[in-house]
Every structure is written in structure tokens, then in C-alpha cells.
Nanobody, 125 residues
Framework: QVQLEESGGGLVQAGGSLRLSCAVSGRTFNRYAMGWFRQAPGKEREFVVYISWNGENTGYADSAKGRFTISKDNAKNTVYLQMNSLKPEDTAVYYC??????????????????WGQGTQVTVSS
């Protein structure tokens, strides 16, 4: 059973930056595709960004393109989400998720088999 733990959330002013981390237990981390999702109050959980198991491919929601960057450190069993130019609408609980190496739909919650508990990101205007 893989376990995921997010960290790095907090309160930041609009235009600021945060880096989220997701530590993953298990010896097969380098075989997991990883994703970040977020859920704002009263809204459904939505896809933010994805990285393939080998780190060679990434995918971003339109809201994240040009501002967010995902990276994966297999040696540290950790995936990162660097968020720059944050906006109040980025306020949400951010979740990391692990999936099998080859997923049909990287944006679909159902493709991911393991989830962290989430970390709160609040962007003030």
C-alpha cells in the first residue's frame, strides 16, 4: 500500500509563490505516474498537473500553464509542485495522487489509486 503525504501549503499574497511537496512511501515510487489535484470550497476536485512515471511527460490544466511546474525526484520519493504568480482563485486544498504508469486519462480522478490527505493553499488578494 502506497502512502502519500503533502506539505508546503500555507497563506500567501497574490503574486507570491509556494512549493508543495508530496512524499511517497514504497519502493516502487519510480513506477508511479503522479498528479496534483485541488478542491476549492463548494467545488469538485479538479485536475491541476500530471507527470509520467519517468518524468519525461507532463500535462497541465489551462489554469496552471505558465505558472505551475511539476517535478519528480525518484531518489527522494518525492514529487513537487512549484506554484508561481498565485491568484486568489488558486485557493484550495491541494492533493497529490499516484497512478499506474500508463493511464488512459491523466486528468481523471478515477485513474489514480492512491491519494494524500491534502494541504491547504490560501491566496489573499
Amino acid at each position: 500500500q502506497v502512502q502519500l503525504e503533502e506539505s508546503g501549503g500555507g497563506l500567501v499574497q497574490a503574486g507570491g509563490s509556494l512549493r508543495l511537496s508530496c512524499a511517497v512511501s514504497g519502493r516502487t515510487f519510480n513506477r508511479y505516474a503522479m498528479g496534483w489535484f485541488r478542491q476549492a470550497p463548494g467545488k469538485e476536485r479538479e485536475f491541476v498537473v500530471y507527470i509520467s512515471w519517468n518524468g519525461e511527460n507532463t500535462g497541465y490544466a489551462d489554469s496552471a500553464k505558465g505558472r505551475f511546474t511539476i517535478s519528480k525526484d525518484n531518489a527522494k520519493n518525492t514529487v513537487y509542485l512549484q506554484m508561481n504568480s498565485l491568484k486568489p482563485e488558486d485557493t484550495a486544498v491541494y492533493y497529490c495522487a499516484a497512478g499506474d504508469p500508463y493511464m488512459a486519462r491523466i486528468t481523471s480522478l478515477g485513474e489514480y489509486h492512491s491519494w494524500g490527505q491534502g494541504t491547504q493553499v490560501t491566496v489573499s488578494s
